[in-house]
């Protein structure tokens, strides 16, 4: 028996975190310089790691998916992201620039061709940026997906959605600032409301809306710890500021035709990893992506939104070998 044990938990084994090879700048445009780093085997198969937000920055975690021997693993932080430059710059920030700044960054580093990965609002930048560029994608590796669309943001924002469901105790902290009528569209009042605020208003509102969302990031958040962070000297709160941005242009996309177009990347090998207990981006999403990604493979986890336990890890694992094999036409 124990033996069993020691043989599952070491099947799919995540990898040790790669360090850093190679990092630096790329200007890419209309002012900006995107920041990133490249970890593993240089010559190894490409794999760009995207972070999520919009507002996030690299994160190293996600490097133990991949065997550092045979993966050559790309990271950047996007536009106002991380170390990229102007920080929190809002100015020429849209979904399309992202695509381009990663076809810049493909050609600076000569790649010719790369998987793409990407979890939250990364899966919805991989998945904008395949279907634009299929002809550069080896592969696609997604989790907690976010196709952008209403639908999704209702789930998360309104009354009648599972999240308020969940925490209605909290969605009511949520909601506080907002008047009776501002409450039958809390994102868009939050949008309207955070353009028109200045000074310690407007860091309210936005510590207010990102403390929302850290609540659905999985089952029994810990409150006092919550608080804690968002209410901490270090919590910077522009970064909402840059996720609002966003929403407040809808991600700068049209969800249904980004659905439709998934066709193009049929034949490119999909995996799809999705924790059951996220309730920011409610598994429903993973599924209907699933659906129209013709070949694509899924898993749920008993995870939230970060794909943190052992087993989801050993899943990872399992879908990037799994992908070695087919590229190396072993399979």
């Known amino acids: 028996m124990l033996k069993f044990i020691k043989n599952l938990f070491s099947k799919n084994k995540p ?17 900006h310089k995107i920041y990133y780093e490249i970890a593993g085997n240089r010559k190894g198969i490409p794999v760009a790691i995207l972070h999520g937000g919009p507002g996030g920055s690299i994160g190293y975690s996600k490097r133990a998916w991949y065997n550092p021997k045979e993966y050559c693993i790309i990271q ?13 710059s809002l100015e020429n920030n849209t979904t399309t620039a992202l695509i381009e700044d990663m076809e810049k960054l493909r050609k600076h580093l000569n790649v010719d061709k790369w998987v793409v990965a990407g979890g939250s609002w990364g899966s919805t930048l991989a ?3 395949a279907v634009k560029n ?8 997604l989790n907690s997906v976010f ?18 469901y969940i925490y209605p105790d909290q969605y009511l902290k949520f909601i506080d600032p907002l008047n009776q009528e501002e409450r039958k569209d809390p994102l868009k009042a939050y949008i309207k409301k955070t353009n028109k605020a200045k000074g ?11 403390r929302w969302e850290c609540l659905l990031l ?19 709160a522009g970064l909402a500021e840059l996720e609002l941005h966003y929403f407040a242009n809808g991600c700068f996309m049209d969800s249904e035709k980004l659905l439709d177009d998934l066709k193009i990347l049929k034949g490119i090998p999909a995996y799809i990893i999705q924790g059951r207990y996220d309730f920011l981006c409610n598994p429903k999403f993973a599924y209907k ?6 070949g694509s493979k899924l898993v749920f986890t008993f995870d939230g939104h970060s794909i943190k336990s052992y087993a989801a890890k050993q899943q990872a694992v399992a879908f990037s070998n799994e992908f070695l094999q087919i590229i190396k036409g072993e399979r």
């Open 289 to 294: 992506l699933h659906q129209f990604l013709v």
């Open 147 to 164: 196709l952008a669309s209403k639908e999704e943001m209702d789930v998360v924002y309104k009354n009648t959605g599972p999240a308020s």
């Open 127 to 129: 998945l904008a940026y």
């Open 76 to 88: 950047f932080d996007q536009r106002g992201c991380g170390k990229s430059t102007p920080r929190l």
């Open 200 to 210: 310690l208003e407007k860091e309210f509102l936005l510590r207010n809306f990102v």
């Open 15 to 31: 990898y040790k975190i790669a360090k850093t090879l190679e990092y630096g700048f790329l200007s890419v445009g209309d002012g």
């Open 134 to 141: 299929s002809e550069n994608v080896l592969g696609l590796f």
């Open 218 to 236: 999985g089952l029994n958040p810990d409150f006092v710890s919550l608080d804690r962070f968002i209410n901490g000297e270090d919590f910077d």
